[in-house]
């Protein structure tokens, strides 16, 4: 059974940093797309980042949202089946429950509705 479970949210000030993390459970990490997702109060859920699985590595390519390019950035540990958010230099407007989810694809999706299995969310509030 495939499972994602997220943590590592919380609430900071703006500029502050935070690190979410998705412990991914199931024979999935090694053949899926990971991405991250967020949806804030009265919006719709939002693509973050993404990675493909295919020989996965830190020059593997990744995309990222315009609005958290050059303050977020998605990685994975392969020991532990761990997919990481690091997220820097927050501003209020990353206030959001965020999602890991996972797309049994092998190449980057950005679409919500292409990712088949999703975390339970992990909220996070960044005050100004």
């Known amino acids: 059974q495939v499972q994602l479970v997220e943590s590592g949210g919380g609430a900071v000030q703006a500029g502050g940093s935070l690190r979410l993390s998705c412990a991914v459970s199931?024979?999935?990490?090694?053949?899926?797309?990971m991405g991250w997702f967020r949806q804030a109060p009265g919006k719709e859920r939002e693509f973050v980042a993404a990675?493909?699985?295919?020989?996965?590595?830190?020059?593997?390519?990744?995309t990222y949202a315009e609005s958290v390019n050059g303050r977020f950035t998605i990685f994975r540990d392969n020991a532990t089946n761990t997919v990481y958010l690091q997220m820097n230099s927050l501003k209020p407007d990353d206030t959001a429950v965020y999602y890991c989810?996972?797309?049994?694809?092998?190449?980057?999706?950005?679409?919500?509705?292409?990712?088949?299995?999703w975390g339970q969310g992990t909220q996070v509030t960044v005050s100004s």
């Open positions: 989810a996972a797309a049994p694809t092998l190449q980057i999706v950005t679409g919500s509705t292409e990712y088949d299995y």
């Open positions: 199931g024979r999935i990490i090694s053949r899926s797309a």
């Open positions: 990675f493909r699985p295919i020989g996965w590595s830190r020059s593997s390519p990744i």
